[in-house]
């Protein structure tokens, strides 16, 4: 525990030093002259893990089949830009995995698609979040939630150098990467909910923070989007129609249109 312990102080402070000799240190200002190129689309979960259970239907399908209807918008209205699945089957992805895909092909932006749910059945609307530490015991059980995955996998511990999702104590350490895109990461995090609201009828519940494994990692603008509640019988018909994965889609569609072309201006 101890060698655990030093080895992530020891990731901290390179980590920090290498922001500040890279010029990348947190200044919450947008990058000027950037080109949205290439995008990475996360479907949440996959294979053995099926994220919430509805009572008709699994996370794990409802937000493949989103993120494929996103990448198939944007294939065919922003054909300049190249789209990069985590996954396009019901195949399981290890959590690190998911932004290595992003960070490998040097992806410019980076969404991650899910579905939520709570215990209280008449809870319902959309939440996107931009990797934050804002709040974060009101956001802890979500985020537990989604993180979990990794106790999934084989030789988690080693793998994931002793990090416990369940664990408040293991995320001190998440506050250091995203910062230097957090001004882009939550304009497109307010699109995406604006566009919810004003263009598809959906409530809201806003834009927030929260340390999730998947938006810590990544070295791009990353959102994480929660469409809706499995857990709300009515909600969950909806995100099973087609009618209604058609507007989710369109709308986040129009959100990543709308910050291309705001970042593109600059």
């Not at 919450?28 to 996360?42: A, M, N, P, Q, Y």
């Not at 969404?111 to 990797?131: D, K, P």
């Not at 009515?234 to 209604?244: F, H, I, V």
Request: with cysteine; hydrophobic share 40%; aromatic share 10%.
């Amino acid at each position: 525990m101890e060698r655990r312990r030093a080895k992530n102080i020891l990731v901290i402070t390179l980590l920090t030093f290498s922001l500040f000799m890279t010029g990348f240190l947190p200044t919450g200002t947008k990058t000027s002259e950037f080109k949205l190129r290439r995008i990475v689309i996360d479907a949440g979960h996959g294979g053995k893990d099926p994220g919430t259970v509805g009572r008709i239907s699994k996370e794990k399908d409802v937000a493949l089949s989103l993120a494929l209807k996103l990448g198939q918008y944007i294939g065919e209205l922003l054909p300049e830009v190249e789209v990069i699945y985590t996954r396009k089957t019901d195949s399981f992805i290890p959590l690190k995995e998911r932004p290595n895909i992003a960070n490998r092909n040097r992806a410019d932006l980076f969404v991650s698609i899910h579905c939520n749910a709570t215990t209280t059945s008449g809870v319902y609307g959309t939440e996107t979040f931009v990797m934050g530490n804002k709040n974060f015991s009101a956001n802890f059980e979500i985020v537990k939630r989604e993180n979990a995955v990794i106790l999934l996998e084989d030789d988690y511990e080693e793998n994931y150098e002793g990090f416990d999702p369940k664990s408040p104590e293991s995320y001190m350490m998440f506050n250091l990467m995203q910062k230097a895109y957090f001004a882009n990461s939550l304009s497109l995090a307010e699109k995406i909910e604006n566009d919810f609201v004003t263009r598809v009828n959906r409530r809201s519940r806003g834009v927030k923070q929260a340390p999730f494994y998947v938006l810590w990692t990544t070295s791009m603008p990353s959102v994480l989007v929660e469409v809706g509640f499995l857990s709300n019988p009515t909600e969950e018909k909806y995100l099973n129609s087609k009618d209604g994965q058609t507007y989710i889609a369109s709308a986040m569609f129009r959100a990543i249109k709308a910050y291309k072309e705001e970042i593109e201006s600059l």
